[in-house]
């Protein structure tokens, strides 16, 4: 498995490789995770981002033709490497299979790639959700601060409501730049609304979102945030930007929903969930419903039937075309 993510990386795309590792080893496989393919055996690849694997994925067509390669999309593929690239062109030629994180996905690939790609959702186990404060109305964001992120969107849309509002910003999140680590820093010194817990073990952001009354995603791009099938198997509702990452798997017509960069429309949300308790109601049913897509039996599934596929057509590539039968004549 190669991602371009160093080891201890806090990045989104090691978190995944190492949770997708984990199930291709449960499914019975020996997977080893590289930041480049440096000739390794393997009979298989499975490669995170188009663009920045590239060199491993055109290296393994060279020294072992015909080991299938499934190229899993990230969202800077989809969504912010907007020009064509000649690497990404030849990621996904060489790709035996495309995996994006959620259906909106496959929108975004060319027509003749669409054949191979599906979307597997990220799974989650369900977090014990824990009893909330009764003397404030929390809401988990659990987001590193990257620009991408819009890290302090919440806050500023928390600083909107009515002074008797009870609603607290919980930000999880390591500052993955020192810029943003002292705007978090003067954000919670001037905004009693806000605190930044900086970056906790994972176990512990999901503890702080399971005792929350809702999640916040305030993302201007995802490929697909697994902190999203994370609220939907602990039935915490969410509050989202409006981008395919989410309404893939939320639906368009979700009513948690704000249009990106959107303060006064986060704020809007934040108030409601806050006063309208069927507003709330609304939200965790239908974040409830959609549970049983994030099951990681349902994501096993998926991988274990993807990786037969590429079996078969790695062994018929092997082959080669069939020589026609000598006549008996």
Request: hydrophobic content about 40%.
């Amino acid at each position: 498995m190669v991602t371009p993510a160093p080891p201890r990386s806090l990045s989104g795309n090691r978190v995944t490789a190492l949770r997708w590792a984990r199930i291709l080893g449960q499914l019975g496989h020996r997977v080893s995770v590289v930041e480049e393919y440096e000739g390794q055996a393997c009979d298989l690849m499975v490669a995170l981002h188009a663009r920045k694997s590239a060199r491993s994925i055109e290296r393994l067509a060279e020294d072992k033709p015909g080991t299938p390669v499934v190229l899993a999309l990230t969202g800077t593929d989809l969504y912010r490497d907007q020009r064509p690239c000649p690497m990404t062109k030849l990621s996904l030629e060489l790709a035996a299979a495309i995996v994006v994180l959620q259906p909106e996905g496959l929108r975004e690939l060319p027509d003749w790639a669409r054949p191979r790609a599906r979307a597997i959702l990220q799974s989650a186990e369900a977090v014990r959700t824990q009893p909330p404060r009764r003397d404030a109305f929390e809401v988990a964001l659990l987001a590193h601060l990257r620009p991408v992120k819009d890290p302090f969107r919440a806050a500023m849309a928390a600083r909107l409501l009515p002074a008797a509002s009870k609603v607290r910003i919980l930000h999880a999140g390591a500052a993955l730049d020192p810029d943003l680590a002292q705007r978090a820093r003067s954000e919670q010194s001037t905004n009693a609304r806000y605190r930044w817990l900086g970056p906790l073990p994972r176990w512990q952001a999901l503890r702080v979102m399971a005792r929350s009354r809702a999640l916040v995603i305030t993302s201007r791009s995802e490929g697909g945030a697994n902190v999203l099938s994370e609220a939907l198997a602990s039935g915490v509702p969410v509050l989202s930007s409006r981008i395919p990452g989410s309404t893939g798997l939320l639906g368009g017509d979700y009513p948690g929903l704000f249009a990106v960069g959107d303060t006064h429309g986060l704020g809007s949300l934040l108030e409601r969930a806050e006063k309208d308790g069927e507003f709330r109601t609304t939200l965790t049913a239908w974040c409830r419903r959609l549970a049983p897509l994030v099951a990681p039996s349902r994501e096993r599934k998926a991988w274990r039937d993807l990786l037969r596929e590429c079996a078969a057509s790695g062994a018929r590539a092997r082959r080669g075309p069939r020589r026609p039968r000598a006549s008996s004549s």
